[in-house]
T-cell receptor, first 113, second 115 residues
């Protein structure tokens, strides 16, 4: 089974801090995604990557950046955390023979104080 | 841009009964994919069912089935014989077919199962 893991389930940071959210998948998938989930808004795509060192902006990239140095790892970076970035962050991957399905990690609930 | 709308923020159903969750979408593409994802409380999101737009036959996975109305741009999920384990947030999602990578999600519907 595909496994997508995220470095933390819960994270509390201060305004202005630099925050790193890590995601690792074990199925050699080409595509990886970062979403944020907010009540009443569903999931919104922040960034995605279709290959190592390749990235594309999603619908809400402002305030975020990403890094994909290795195929299995996709990092989301909040350069200077703000309170409006308090949210649930979900990582997903897609590829291989089940290319029509995205596999999700457990999520990181980030609180910015 | 494609949009997905789930107009029911919350639904509830008695155990063993049938419930239908609604989803509409907007697109100018003729070929695409539609999905229903389930997110149980504090657990990972998983795929419930998917439908390819070129297929006229509605997809079915055990107790889960869809009613896909392409002309009306409607994609509802029917859960038969509801079980307590079906309680979750359900998200409808769209993906285009031309090299499109991303999913566009609806707002979600929280389903409660009453014992």
């Amino acid at each position: 089974d595909v496994k997508v893991t995220q470095s933390s389930r819960y994270l509390v940071k201060r305004t202005g801090e630099k925050v790193f959210l890590e995601c690792v998948q074990d199925m050699d998938h080409e595509n990886m995604f970062w979403y944020r989930q907010d009540p009443g808004l569903g999931l919104r795509l922040i960034y995605f990557s279709y290959d190592v060192k390749m990235k594309e902006k999603g619908d809400i990239p402002e305030g975020y950046s990403v890094s994909r140095e290795k195929k299995e790892r996709f990092s989301l970076i909040l350069e200077s955390a703000s309170t409006n970035q308090t949210s649930m962050y979900l990582c997903a991957s897609r590829g291989g023979t089940r290319d029509n399905e995205q596999f999700f990690g457990p999520g990181t609930r980030l609180t910015v104080l | 841009a494609q949009t997905v709308t789930q107009s029911q923020p919350e639904m509830s159903v008695q155990e063993a009964e049938t419930v239908t969750l609604s989803c509409t979408y907007d697109t100018s593409e003729s070929d695409y994919y539609l999905f229903w994802y389930k997110q149980p409380p504090s657990r990972q999101m998983i795929l419930v069912i998917r439908q390819e737009a070129y297929k006229q036959q509605n997809a079915t996975e055990n107790r889960f089935s869809v009613n896909f109305q392409k002309a009306a741009k409607s994609f509802s999920l029917k859960i038969s014989d509801s079980q307590l384990g079906d309680a979750a947030m359900y998200f409808c999602a769209y993906r285009g077919s031309r090299g499109a990578q991303k999913l566009v999600f609806g707002q979600g519907t929280r389903l409660t199962i009453n014992p």
